[in-house]
């Protein structure tokens, strides 16, 4: 209740909860008019599927008719066999609720929303007919009608009446991205950022990321052109790329400055000019300051003969990494300036490298399966409990029971949500309860119902808009709807009224504690399990595979990335390592892909340190804990350098700088501020003269 009534909803928020109070009114109405045998379900589906956009509201209506038609459906087929068989039947709804639960935690999209509902849809037609199963087919005909019905309701009056487009809202995302973005790199160039600084924006900028891509996959339901789909995706998916891009170039900066300070103050003007473009892009990207700062840092770049220091190393790699940001950069403002003014002109991109793909989902399946496995078992004992009680209508605590373990399967730490659903249930039942019982037996026509329902459905439903406030809105509205059962006839009895409704937030306590119990972890599990996967796919990185394979594997490290760092904020851990982590990868990656390019004794060089760095985190792994690397793998690195630095003398040429940068990109991530001191090896030493003479 923290901030309840600190401020006053926008107008454009009460217009909302005009428009669906209205609809939900509409709904009840002809569901009542129609004679639907429960016509609250059709007027707490107003609810459930309205959004204040087009774009949500029409997806949500179109994934939930679906939903609920499975689910029907899948009543139908098994109640009939099986209800002579109370176990075997509970079994089966169970596996049913937790089969579709998992395929929708295996989706990230709008349409997750279709399965799960599909999964607990067939528990409340089910349980609610053990005792009468002739009607089963009845009861899910009726159920599909009224949630067809309102939804219907939802959509129309949603599309007619003050409709909000979502497209200026993905926009307004990316505004405030791109304001935290040109900080936070601005920051960088600077050479000021102070740690609590940096991280502060990169959660910030992390927390909109991740909400653009539920907001993207909805914009097709709202008429959005392909166009803007497109360039959506192509921002969000060049987006991911920055935070390891800064986080090399500060990297490169710090070594250059504190390795090579002479060289560093001859840059110091070229990184004033970047700064001084990337305040410019706040505006509109321009494709001449782009080329010209090209051209200025072309113009630093050591020669590739001269890369065999290392002060010009380090020169040539700070440069490249401002390079490789000046490019991503550039697209990403782009795109932005095209989602900005709807442009439908083909984009091109600047920022062209091989890792970029399409972004490879990821999901830590083995938690999914335990969450999904909890529910299935938590279903059953609840069926146990029910019938071992013999409680007439324990049904509707089985079906709480199920839908909030559904709702909250994919968080880490489901328990105090399912808390906040249950005290809100049974606040829902007080306000139902006054409703059916003083206000309902004085009303005689449906107008005088709309006029007592308006005022507190009105602020509730406008409440519904703010995240804050969200699930406890919504659920007190829903379940106020539904629990006073409003029918065609007053006939409320106040021990049924009790006994029924009091079953649901029996049931939703049972799921508190079940979930307590079997899942007392938290975010902290799953961050330490991100950390173990990221070191699995450094080790993959390490052998041979194809570049698809290799490519694959990286973007899915990207994808991770962004599920890890939240919950590193989350737990007080330092996020600054899980961006480490995934720059060893990408620069194993570019080790991989320009390897076969060098000479014989820079492949095998290069191959003892990508079994090393294999090596390494394998040890990782096994010990359970983030280790030191360790000295040899730094004289490794330094040898595969001196490797190729012999390639100069065979014309290796472009790959030979690659690889230059991808093991100088390796070491700064895995060792940064480490140097070495390398003893005489004979075999990096040049071949003596024909009189044995050294040339």
């Given at each position: 209740?923290?901030?309840?009534?600190?401020?006053?909803?926008?107008?454009?928020?009460?217009?909302?909860?005009?428009?669906?109070?209205?609809?939900?009114?509409?709904?009840?109405?002809?569901?009542?008019?129609?004679?639907?045998?429960?016509?609250?379900?059709?007027?707490?589906?107003?609810?459930?599927?309205?959004?204040?956009?087009?774009?949500?509201?029409?997806?949500?209506?179109?994934?939930?008719?679906?939903?609920?038609?499975?689910?029907?459906?899948?009543?139908?087929?098994?109640?009939?066999?099986?209800?002579?068989?109370?176990?075997?039947?509970?079994?089966?709804?169970?596996?049913?609720?937790?089969?579709?639960?998992?395929?929708?935690?295996?989706?990230?999209?709008?349409?997750?929303?279709?399965?799960?509902?599909?999964?607990?849809?067939?528990?409340?037609?089910?349980?609610?007919?053990?005792?009468?199963?002739?009607?089963?087919?009845?009861?899910?005909?009726?159920?599909?009608?009224?949630?067809?019905?309102?939804?219907?309701?939802?959509?129309?009056?949603?599309?007619?009446?003050?409709?909000?487009?979502?497209?200026?809202?993905?926009?307004?995302?990316?505004?405030?991205?791109?304001?935290?973005?040109?900080?936070?790199?601005?920051?960088?160039?600077?050479?000021?950022?102070?740690?609590?600084?940096?991280?502060?924006?990169?959660?910030?900028?992390?927390?909109?990321?991740?909400?653009?891509?539920?907001?993207?996959?909805?914009?097709?339901?709202?008429?959005?052109?392909?166009?803007?789909?497109?360039?959506?995706?192509?921002?969000?998916?060049?987006?991911?790329?920055?935070?390891?891009?800064?986080?090399?170039?500060?990297?490169?900066?710090?070594?250059?400055?504190?390795?090579?300070?002479?060289?560093?103050?001859?840059?110091?003007?070229?990184?004033?000019?970047?700064?001084?473009?990337?305040?410019?892009?706040?505006?509109?990207?321009?494709?001449?300051?782009?080329s010209a700062l090209k051209m200025h840092l072309a113009q630093h770049q050591p020669e590739p003969d001269a890369l065999d220091q290392r002060q010009a190393l380090l020169l040539s790699n700070a440069l490249y990494r401002l390079g490789e940001w000046v490019d991503l950069w550039q697209d990403c403002c782009a795109l932005q300036h095209a989602l900005r003014e709807d442009d439908p002109r083909p984009w091109r991109a600047v920022y062209?490298?091989?890792?970029?793909?399409?972004?490879?989902?990821?999901?830590?399946?083995?938690?999914?399966?335990?969450s999904v496995s909890s529910t299935v078992i938590a279903i059953v004992v609840a069926c146990g409990l029910w019938i071992g009680l013999g409680w007439n209508d324990g049904a509707s605590a089985v079906i709480l029971a199920a839908v909030a373990c559904s709702f909250f399967a994919s968080m880490d730490d489901p328990a105090p949500q399912i808390y906040r659903f249950f005290f809100w249930t049974l606040m829902s039942v007080i306000f139902?309860?006054?409703?059916?019982?003083?206000?309902?037996?004085?009303?005689?026509?449906?107008?005088?119902?709309?006029?007592?329902?308006?005022?507190?459905?009105?602020?509730?439903?406008?409440?519904?808009?703010?995240?804050?406030?969200?699930?406890?809105?919504?659920?007190?509205?829903?379940?106020?709807?539904?629990?006073?059962?409003?029918?065609?006839?007053?006939?409320?009895?106040?021990?049924?009224?009790?006994?029924?409704?009091?079953?649901?937030?029996?049931?939703?306590?049972?799921?508190?504690?079940?979930?307590?119990?079997?899942?007392?972890?938290?975010?902290?599990?799953?961050?330490?399990?991100?950390?173990?996967?990221?070191?699995?796919?450094?080790?993959?990185?390490?052998?041979?595979?194809?570049?698809?394979?290799?490519?694959?594997?990286?973007?899915?490290?990207?994808?991770?990335?962004?599920?890890?760092?939240?919950?590193?904020?989350?737990?007080?851990?330092?996020?600054?390592v899980a961006l480490r982590d995934l720059r060893v990868g990408l620069n194993l990656l570019d080790l991989q892909a320009y390897l076969p390019r060098a000479g014989e004794e820079a492949q095998a060089r290069l191959r003892t340190v990508l079994e090393e760095v294999g090596a390494h985190y394998a040890a990782c792994r096994r010990a359970g804990e983030r280790l030191h690397a360790s000295p040899a793998l730094l004289r490794h690195m330094?040898?595969?350098?001196?490797?190729?630095?012999?390639?100069?003398?065979?014309?290796?040429?472009?790959?030979?700088?690659?690889?230059?940068?991808?093991?100088?990109?390796?070491?700064?991530?895995?060792?940064?501020?480490?140097?070495?001191?390398?003893?005489?090896?004979?075999?990096?030493?040049?071949?003596?003269?024909?009189?044995?003479?050294?040339?």
């Amino acid at each position: 209740m923290k901030g309840f009534f600190s401020s006053v909803p926008p107008a454009r928020d009460w217009f909302y909860g005009v428009r669906t109070f209205a609809a939900s009114m509409i709904a009840l109405y002809i569901a009542l008019l129609m004679q639907l045998p429960r016509p609250y379900w059709a007027m707490a589906t107003v609810y459930i599927v309205s959004s204040p956009f087009v774009g949500p509201t029409s997806s949500k209506a179109l994934y939930r008719a679906v939903g609920t038609l499975l689910g029907a459906g899948g009543a139908v087929l098994l109640v009939p066999p099986l209800v002579q068989s109370p176990l075997l039947l509970s079994i089966a709804i169970a596996l049913w609720t937790g089969t579709l639960l998992f395929l929708s935690l295996n989706l990230r999209t709008a349409n997750n929303y279709m399965f799960m509902l599909a999964g607990y849809t067939l528990p409340m037609i089910a349980l609610a007919v053990v005792d009468n199963p002739q009607a089963v087919f009845d009861v899910a005909s009726s159920r599909a009608q009224e949630i067809c019905l309102g939804i219907v309701c939802a959509a129309v009056v949603g599309a007619i009446f003050w409709p909000r487009r979502l497209a200026p809202v993905v926009v307004g995302a990316t505004g405030k991205w791109f304001g935290e973005a040109i900080r936070y790199s601005d920051l960088c160039l600077a050479r000021e950022a102070a740690a609590e600084q940096i991280a502060t924006l990169r959660s910030s900028m992390v927390a909109t990321f991740n909400s653009l891509e539920l907001m993207i996959g909805q914009l097709g339901h709202e008429g959005a052109g392909p166009h803007t789909l497109k360039n959506a995706r192509e921002l969000r998916g060049r987006m991911i790329h920055l935070l390891p891009v800064i986080d090399a170039l500060d990297d490169a900066l710090a070594a250059l400055q504190a390795r090579a300070p002479a060289l560093y103050t001859q840059i110091e003007p070229l990184l004033g000019e970047a700064r001084t473009w990337l305040a410019g892009t706040a505006e509109q990207p321009s494709t001449p300051r782009w080329s010209a700062l090209k051209m200025h840092l072309a113009q630093h770049q050591p020669e590739p003969d001269a890369l065999d220091q290392r002060q010009a190393l380090l020169l040539s790699n700070a440069l490249y990494r401002l390079g490789e940001w000046v490019d991503l950069w550039q697209d990403c403002c782009a795109l932005q300036h095209a989602l900005r003014e709807d442009d439908p002109r083909p984009w091109r991109a600047v920022y062209r490298h091989w890792r970029l793909g399409r972004l490879t989902p990821f999901f830590d399946r083995g938690l999914m399966v335990y969450s999904v496995s909890s529910t299935v078992i938590a279903i059953v004992v609840a069926c146990g409990l029910w019938i071992g009680l013999g409680w007439n209508d324990g049904a509707s605590a089985v079906i709480l029971a199920a839908v909030a373990c559904s709702f909250f399967a994919s968080m880490d730490d489901p328990a105090p949500q399912i808390y906040r659903f249950f005290f809100w249930t049974l606040m829902s039942v007080i306000f139902s309860s006054l409703y059916l019982f003083l206000v309902l037996p004085n009303l005689h026509d449906f107008a005088m119902l709309v006029l007592v329902f308006a005022v507190p459905f009105i602020v509730i439903g406008t409440l519904t808009v703010q995240p804050a406030f969200y699930l406890g809105t919504l659920l007190t509205i829903v379940n106020t709807s539904t629990f006073i059962s409003i029918q065609g006839a007053y006939d409320a009895d106040f021990f049924t009224f009790l006994n029924s409704n009091l079953a649901g937030p029996v049931g939703l306590l049972f799921a508190f504690i079940w979930t307590l119990v079997m899942r007392p972890f938290g975010v902290e599990l799953a961050a330490k399990r991100m950390t173990r996967f990221a070191w699995r796919d450094i080790v993959e990185m390490t052998e041979p595979a194809t570049l698809a394979e290799q490519r694959k594997v990286g973007v899915q490290m990207l994808d991770r990335l962004m599920q890890h760092l939240p919950r590193l904020a989350q737990t007080g851990q330092d996020n600054g390592v899980a961006l480490r982590d995934l720059r060893v990868g990408l620069n194993l990656l570019d080790l991989q892909a320009y390897l076969p390019r060098a000479g014989e004794e820079a492949q095998a060089r290069l191959r003892t340190v990508l079994e090393e760095v294999g090596a390494h985190y394998a040890a990782c792994r096994r010990a359970g804990e983030r280790l030191h690397a360790s000295p040899a793998l730094l004289r490794h690195m330094e040898r595969a350098r001196l490797a190729l630095v012999q390639d100069r003398l065979n014309e290796r040429g472009e790959p030979r700088v690659h690889l230059l940068h991808a093991l100088a990109g390796l070491r700064l991530a895995l060792l940064p501020g480490v140097e070495v001191t390398l003893e005489a090896d004979p075999q990096t030493q040049l071949p003596p003269a024909i009189d044995g003479a050294p040339l």
